[in-house]
T-cell receptor
Framework: AQKITQTQPGMFVQEKEAVTLDCTYDTSDQSYGLFWYKQPSSGEMIFLIYQGSYDEQNATEGRYSLNFQKARKSANLVISASQLGDSAMYFCAMRDRGDSGKLIFGQGTTLQVKP | KAGVTQTPRYLIKTRGQQVTLSCSPISGHRSVSWYQQTPGQGLQFLFEYFSETQRNKGNFPGRFSGRQFSNSRSEMNVSTLELGDSALYLC???????????FGNGTRLTVT
């Protein structure tokens, strides 16, 4: 069964510094997709970045990049130049199977950015 | 383009009642998924609809049901509410079956 593990319940980072949020996954599938979402206190889940298992390059979207290490089954999110508005809960997720709309989520990491 | 719209934002119901939550996907999105989020269980998949057909269903009792209309709008119904149904219910839509999910703001349901 697919599984996502986020081992950091909470993280602090100083404004303007970079931070890495850890995510490891478990799957027996060869083809899979990994996602990161941000959830501010308002509740909305905001899609940040996607990495496909066959993508040779690490995904990047603005200040977000995904450090994808397939052999280690890790998909860490790197946020560069942290801003106060980055304070939120971050979830790593994996698509359950194929083109399913079912995502398996990790438990999340709460990030607090200090001024 | 407007995002995923969920109504209402907040609901307070009593045990034993039933409730209907609504979700309007992003224009052009044909797939709608529903998730339940609680502090204890985290985010759990309820079901997915595509072109008015249920594609996937999570491990929830039959009290949880849903449907999708021809305009892709979706509703989720929970009957005989229990205290444990108190949660944030999130709806998500996507353009096609290989696209990422885009979520709405959620409906926060409190059962007393």
């Amino acid at each position: 069964a697919q599984k996502i593990t986020q081992t950091q319940p909470g993280m602090f980072v100083q404004e303007k510094e970079a931070v890495t949020l850890d995510c490891t996954y478990d799957t027996s599938d060869q083809s899979y997709g990994l996602f990161w979402y941000k959830q501010p206190s308002s509740g909305e889940m905001i899609f940040l970045i996607y990495q496909g298992s066959y993508d040779e390059q690490n995904a990047t979207e603005g200040r977000y990049s995904l450090n994808f290490q397939k052999a280690r089954k890790s998909a860490n999110l790197v946020i560069s130049a942290s801003q106060l508005g980055d304070s939120a809960m971050y979830f790593c997720a994996m698509r359950d199977r194929g083109d399913s709309g079912k995502l398996i989520f990790g438990q999340g990491t709460t990030l607090q950015v200090k001024p | 383009k407007a995002g995923v719209t969920q109504t209402p934002r907040y609901l307070i119901k009593t045990r034993g009642q039933q409730v209907t939550l609504s979700c309007s996907p992003i224009s052009g999105h044909r797939s709608v998924s529903w998730y339940q989020q609680t502090p204890g269980q985290g985010l759990q998949f309820l079901f997915e609809y595509f072109s008015e057909t249920q594609r996937n269903k999570g491990n929830f009792p039959g009290r949880f049901s849903g449907r999708q209309f021809s305009n892709s709008r979706s509703e989720m119904n929970v009957s005989t509410l229990e205290l444990g149904d108190s949660a944030l219910y999130l709806c998500a839509s996507r353009t096609d079956l290989n696209s990422p999910l885009h979520f709405g703001n959620g409906t926060r349901l409190t059962v007393t």
